[in-house]
């Protein structure tokens, strides 16, 4: 079974300022995709950006990029230049390929993160 | 792009009385979905993934004459709780594969009093 573990449970950032979260599973799968999803006070679940273990370039979406470390089995989350709307439960999550039984997203326990002005 | 639109956002009922939950894939054909349920400040836990045209798969530990999963339809999926207690108060979110993405409604805050 996969785990996916989250060992922040808060952080939080100054305005402008550079954070990152952490993020460690254990798969035996070679082939697998890595999700950010951020949950802010609605509730609503928001992709923030996606890697397939594939694809050595690690991933960018404009202020978030990952380091994903597949040998460590670790996939970070790096905002820069943080905003007073990033603050949210930020989760990460594991899914096996589409084609393999009992594919589906395995959460971490998240991190609340909290930006201030 | 892909919307997932889960209904009612919010629902306060009586203990004992059942409710029903409804997950639509709008633009999409799901032919698998997901429920989850989160406590406050906790994980999404998954209880169960609905295949259309099949009986759905429950994760360990959550009953399945409890919570009752269909899925009719390529764009429908409802979660039904049967006799409703207050200890099933909390937030259900559902989700929906459209080939290698996942897409997730808004969900539903039960309160059962």
């Known amino acids: 079974a996969q785990t996916v573990t989250q060992s922040q449970p808060e952080m939080s950032v100054q305005e402008a300022e550079t954070v990152t979260l952490s993020c460690t ?5 070679s082939n697998y995709y890595l999700f950010w999803y951020k949950q802010p006070p609605s509730r609503q679940m928001i992709l923030v950006i996606r890697q397939e273990a594939y694809k050595q370039q690690n991933a960018t979406e404009n202020r978030f990029s990952v380091n994903f470390q597949k040998a460590a089995k670790s996939f970070s989350l790096k905002i820069s230049d ?12 594991f899914m096996k390929p589409l084609e393999t039984s009992g594919s589906r997203l395995t959460f971490g326990e998240g991190t609340q993160l909290t930006v201030n002005p | 792009g892909a919307v997932v639109s889960q209904h009612p956002s919010w629902v306060i009922c009586k203990s004992g009385t059942s409710v029903k939950i409804e997950c639509r894939s709008l633009d999409f054909q799901a032919t698998t979905m997901f429920w989850y349920r989160q ?5 999404l836990m998954l209880m169960a993934t609905s295949n259309e045209g099949s009986k759905a798969t429950y994760e360990q530990g959550v009953e399945k004459d409890k ?3 269909n899925h009719a339809s390529l764009t429908l999926s409802t979660l039904t709780v049967t006799s409703a207690h207050p200890e099933d108060s909390s ?6 594969r459209d ?4 897409h997730f409604g808004n969900g539903t805050r039960l309160t059962v009093t």
């Open chain 1, 25 to 29: 599973y254990d798969t035996s799968e």
């Open chain 1, 82 to 93: 943080s905003q007073l709307g990033d603050t949210a439960m930020y989760f990460c999550a």
């Open chain 2, 39 to 43: 406590f406050p400040k906790q994980s």
């Open chain 2, 67 to 69: 919570f009752l999963i």
């Open chain 2, 91 to 96: 937030f259900y979110i559902c989700s929906a």
């Open chain 2, 99 to 102: 080939r290698d993405r996942i």
